[in-house]
């Protein structure tokens, strides 16, 4: 586990290289520019193994995972929802739900209250060797609400996907 901080600079290349059209993309891209530089400063690297979980159903959902290479399988009862490759973002459901209950809408981050109903509504399983790059709710709700005005595309679009996410599972 590392963060850009120490010294990794493969997400910025990462970020600057991918094909604009991906859902990781199009989220720093609706972040002001010092929102987007604190995010990736504070995205931490993680490494899966075929058949590992990187999310599990159940487990509270407090980051969002952006897949940096490999793919994998977001699976619900049993049934393939989606398949996630390169430059996809999950884990974003339960990360909406727990953002919105940080985020004081006045403008500063809260305590977390009880995450108790914010938990992961499907398995996400490494296909392959996956690279992800994982953002923590309390460091984006901190960074987010202090420009919420500034950043509000970036909670509409991770609440419109989310929102089709979970038609998906029903």
Same mark, same amino acid.
């Given at each position: 586990?590392?963060?850009?901080?120490?010294?990794?600079?493969?997400?910025?290349?990462?970020?600057?290289?991918?094909? /604009?059209?991906?859902?990781?993309? /199009?989220?720093?891209?609706?972040?002001? &520019?010092?929102?987007?530089?604190?995010?990736?400063?504070?995205?931490? #690297?993680? &490494? $899966? #193994?075929?058949?590992?979980?990187?999310?599990?159903?159940?487990?509270?959902?407090?980051?969002?995972?952006?897949?940096?290479?490999?793919?994998?399988?977001?699976?619900?009862?049993?049934?393939?929802?989606? &398949?996630?490759?390169?430059?996809?973002?999950?884990?974003?459901?339960?990360?909406?739900?727990? =953002?919105?209950?940080?985020?004081?809408?006045?403008?500063?981050?809260?305590?977390?209250?009880?995450?108790? *109903?914010?938990?992961?509504?499907?398995?996400?399983?490494?296909?392959?060797?996956?690279? =992800? $790059?994982?953002?923590?709710?309390? *460091?984006?709700?901190?960074?987010?609400?202090?420009?919420?005005?500034?950043? $509000?595309?970036?909670?509409?679009?991770?609440?419109?996907?989310?929102?089709?996410?979970?038609?998906?599972?029903?």
């Amino acid at each position: 586990v590392q963060s850009v901080q120490d010294g990794d600079r493969v997400l910025l290349s990462f970020m600057q290289d991918y094909v /604009k059209g991906s859902a990781a993309v /199009k989220l720093l891209e609706a972040m002001s &520019e010092r929102s987007r530089n604190l995010c990736m400063s504070r995205m931490v #690297k993680s &490494e $899966w #193994k075929k058949g590992e979980h990187i999310i599990r159903t159940g487990d509270v959902g407090t980051s969002l995972v952006l897949i940096q290479s490999g793919t994998a399988l977001a699976v619900s009862h049993g049934n393939v929802i989606e &398949e996630l490759a390169e430059g996809s973002l999950c884990g974003e459901i339960a990360f909406v739900a727990t =953002c919105m209950q940080t985020i004081n809408f006045s403008g500063s981050p809260e305590q977390l209250h009880s995450v108790t *109903d914010q938990l992961r509504t499907c398995d996400v399983i490494a296909q392959n060797d996956v690279c =992800c $790059w994982e953002l923590h709710v309390r *460091d984006f709700a901190a960074i987010v609400g202090s420009d919420l005005q500034g950043n $509000w595309a970036v909670m509409q679009m991770l609440t419109q996907t989310s929102k089709e996410r979970v038609q998906r599972l029903v």
